[in-house]
């Protein structure tokens, strides 16, 4: 069984740049959350899909960030423009539901020079 | 809201010892689940044990257990015969059915000496 597919694994981009982060979620999954990690805030959801739709983004930092979910096997979180402090890992998971576990993929490592 | 707080920000034990990572939370559902995660350096997120707070029975896991006081609002994890594949760092989280975000402790970095 394939976990959770995170691209790419590292990312280094230039200030300004656009930044495209995608994640496969396990087959049968109807959850998809996206996480970000930095030493200073611990991991903190961004936003989390179910069923496609987007029910919570009010851990989205600001309108550079967005995310989009087109279909029950893929997702993405861009940044545009992207800044030195969006620098963090970021995860994606997914959950068969609610009371069962998330399930993370292996994150993306982000550095904006 | 549900916040979780970890005391230890790091923890060293022995090989083949037995070790307990300390985990309290807040919260005013009265649903809601517990988790432990491991992140070793390859910093993939690894699920160790979850609890659901309804539940009175500690759960177990192979060498993992956990010791869950819900008055108390504490949710321990014990690793027993403890390996050097264990060192990593160790997030206590919890949700509900009412914020299905998990809520991360700020982690517990065991160190497994031989």
């Not at chain 1, 790419?8 to 496969?24: D, F, I, S």
């Not at chain 1, 940044?79 to 997914?94: G, H, L, N």
């Not at chain 2, 403890?82 to 059915?97: K, P, R, V, W």
Request: hydrophobic fraction near 35%; proline fraction near 7%; include cysteine.
């Amino acid at each position: 069984d394939a976990g959770v597919i995170q691209s790419p694994r590292h990312e280094v981009t230039e200030m300004g740049q656009e930044v495209t982060l995608r994640c496969k979620p396990i087959s049968g999954h109807d959850y998809l959350f996206w996480y970000r990690q930095t030493m200073m805030r611990g991991l903190e959801l961004l936003i989390y899909f179910n069923n496609n739709v987007p029910i919570d983004d009010s851990g989205m930092p600001e309108d550079r960030f967005s995310a989009k979910m087109p279909n029950a096997s893929f997702s993405t979180l861009k940044i545009q423009p992207s800044e030195p402090r969006d620098s963090a890992v970021y995860f994606c998971a997914s959950s068969p539901g609610i009371s069962p576990p998330q399930f993370f993929g292996p994150g993306t490592r982000l550095t904006v020079l | 809201a549900q916040t979780v707080t970890q005391s230890q920000p790091e923890m060293s034990v022995q090989e083949a010892e037995t070790v307990t990572l300390s985990c309290t939370y807040d919260t005013s559902e009265s649903d809601y689940y517990l988790f432990w995660y491991k992140q070793p350096p390859s910093r993939q997120m690894i699920l160790v044990i979850r609890q659901e707070a309804y539940k009175q029975q500690n759960a177990t896991e192979n060498r993992f257990s956990v010791n869950f006081q819900k008055a108390a609002k504490s949710f321990s994890l014990k690793i027993s015969d403890s390996q050097l594949g264990d060192a990593a760092m160790y997030f206590c989280a919890s949700n509900s059915n009412s914020g299905y975000a998990l809520n991360f402790g700020k982690g517990t970095s065991l160190l497994v000496t031989p």
